[in-house]
């Protein structure tokens, strides 16, 4: 069974830094792996997906993601952060061999002006 | 497109009422899936349809909840009788494919059971 860690429930930033969340994850078989944003009162938005074409993977809004297999991680960036960018981040994955999806406990970003 | 439309948005009831969300699909996909949101429990599954057929509801929370989906672009998920503890944000959330592919959701319906 998949299961996903989400290193830091918050994360606080000033305007302008960059935006590192980490996330590890572990799966048996070779993982599907998402990022998703979540806006106060408002549902989960895709950012990215990672599905095995590429190692670095680009979001929306800026954001990225790079694949490391060695290090069963797939940290979210993004080189300068925006007053927009303060929401919830969850971390999610997922193998071709399953439907179900297991999401991390999410990292609350604050971003300082 | 739309997107996956949820509703209402907001519900308040009283214990031991019937509580009925609503969810409608983006156009094409053919899994859905119901999730609730809490504080202490994060994002859970609750139940898991393809092609309108629910396929695990391993993590519906007992008999009170009960869910359907009479065709591809309607499912409900109904509490009876509601209790607060049922109180939280539920989502729905639709697939292109169950296995791997991103889900996109709803915007959620916040149900306060008082």
């Known amino acids: 069974a998949q299961s996903v860690t989400q290193l830091g429930s918050h994360v606080s930033v000033s305007e302008g830094a960059l935006v590192l969340l980490r996330c590890n994850y572990s799966?048996?078989?070779?993982?599907?792996l998402f990022w998703y944003v979540q806006y106060p009162n408002q549902g989960l938005q895709l950012l990215l997906k990672y599905t095995s074409a590429a190692t670095l993977v680009k979001g929306i809004n800026g954001f990225e993601a790079e694949f490391k297999k060695s290090e069963t991680s797939f940290h979210l960036t993004k080189p300068s952060a925006h007053m927009s960018d303060a929401a919830e981040y969850f971390c999610?994955?997922?193998?071709?061999?399953?439907?179900?999806?297991?999401f991390g406990a999410g990292t609350t970003v604050t971003v300082r002006a | 497109d739309a997107g996956v439309i949820q509703s209402p948005r907001h519900e308040v009831t009283e214990m031991g009422q019937e509580v009925t969300l609503r969810c409608k699909p983006i156009s094409g996909h053919n899994s859905l899936f119901w999730y609730r949101q809490t504080m202490m429990r994060g994002l859970e599954l609750l139940i898991y349809?393809?092609?309108?057929?629910?396929?695990?509801d391993s993590g519906m929370p007992e008999d009170r909840f009960s869910a359907k989906m009479p065709n591809a672009s309607f499912s409900t998920l109904k509490i009876q009788p509601s209790e607060p503890r049922d109180s939280a944000v539920y989502f729905c959330?639709?697939?292109?494919?169950?296995?791997?592919?991103?889900?996109?959701f709803g915007a959620g319906t916040r149900l306060s059971v008082l």
């Open positions: 959330a639709s697939s292109l494919g169950g296995s791997g592919r991103a889900r996109y």
């Open positions: 349809f393809n092609n309108n057929v629910p396929i695990d």
């Open positions: 999610a994955v997922s193998d071709s061999n399953d439907y179900k999806l297991s």
């Open positions: 799966s048996s078989v070779p993982p599907y």
